[in-house]
């Protein structure tokens, strides 16, 4: 019933529909600005610098995981960055979550490599009770820091 695999070009459009329904989900769906040939540029250009795993159910695309490799300089090792990860809602509660999540710790385990991290937004109490039962700890004492917009460019600005 269930297919996990690579994302491949044709799967450009529906990993956009992905992202926008997963924006919807958390209230967000303004905010998604990404398009087609961003997708195709940063997956399945000459250099990608991320990752997607599809998931199929019955044939049917049920959801996906986009990710990407971050490093470790106290382990002097890559692991994985789950970006995002969304199963539609018609397809929940079948155990696509938990199959992506055991599918994407199993390919850090076999290249070596040491941790698997990701986000959850705070509100989020049933995302965060399933990755706690699927044995993840939420890092409460760390905040995440981010530049973007005109701060960015404000930073970036200061560098000259």
Not at 34 to 54: C, K, N, Q, W
Request: hydrophobic letters at 45%; glycine letters at 6%; aromatic letters at 12%.
């Amino acid at each position: 019933m269930l297919t996990l695999r690579h994302a491949e070009p044709p799967d450009t459009s529906l990993i956009l529909e992905f992202i926008r329904e997963l924006a919807a989900y958390e209230h967000e769906p303004d905010k998604v600005v990404a398009t087609e040939t961003d997708i195709s540029r940063y997956v399945f250009g000459e250099h990608p610098l991320v990752r997607v795993t599809m998931a199929d159910w019955n044939g049917e695309p049920a959801g996906f995981a986009l990710w990407f490799l971050n490093f470790s300089s106290w382990e002097g090792k890559p692991g994985i960055y789950l970006e995002d990860i969304f199963i539609r809602p018609a397809y929940r509660r079948n155990g696509i979550g938990k199959a992506m999540l055991r599918h994407l710790a199993a390919i850090a385990v076999r290249e070596g490599w040491t941790r698997f991290v990701w986000q959850v937004l705070d509100w989020n109490t049933p995302a965060i009770e399933f990755y706690e039962a699927h044995g993840a700890r939420v890092l409460r004492s760390w905040l995440t820091c981010r530049v973007e917009g005109d701060d960015i460019a404000k930073l970036a600005d200061e560098a000259h």
